[in-house]
């Protein structure tokens, strides 16, 4: 089993990420990694009802996701699996939407200065960051943006 794209979309799973990306992938399952949804039941149903049947959900802690991987809510959850593990070659923004303290990068990426610099330092490390809203778009370069 091999991860077909690492993303990080404060939406987490909807349509986008399912028929968007999922499709066009051919992914057999999605890992949502969310401290807070792997906590809440709820939730978890809640997400299952926007992925169609043949797509497996499985969700994850930040711990459980370093042995299996992901999408992410959040810029500090992927940093962190990103430093815990080797496997980690290239990193796909999508909806990282305004929220106080965060400036608009492109028109679905909104960034903080310290998200920037976290961004920055991953692909220091050799990971490849782009943005990408939806497959058939050019992914724009981290320093395009930042």
Not at 49 to 63: K, L, Q, R, W, Y
Not at 75 to 91: E, N, P, Q
Request: charge should be negative.
């Amino acid at each position: 089993m091999s991860i077909a794209l690492y993303r990080i979309d404060d939406r987490l799973i909807h349509g986008q990420v399912v028929v968007g990306w999922g499709k066009p992938l051919n992914v057999a399952f999605i890992v949502l990694v969310d401290d807070a949804v792997r906590a809440s039941t709820w939730e978890q149903e809640l997400y299952r009802m926007g992925v169609p049947a043949g797509i497996e959900v499985v969700f994850a802690s930040t711990a459980e996701a370093l042995q299996c991987l992901l999408v992410t809510g959040d810029i500090d959850t992927l940093a962190t699996l990103a430093s815990d593990t080797k496997h980690v070659a290239r990193i796909n923004l999508g909806g990282l939407h305004h929220r106080p303290g965060r400036s608009p990068r492109l028109r679905y990426v909104y960034l903080s200065d310290a998200e920037a610099a976290q961004l920055k330092a991953l692909a220091a490390r050799g990971i490849a960051v782009t943005a990408q809203d939806v497959p058939t778009a050019a992914p724009v370069p981290l320093e395009d943006f930042t």
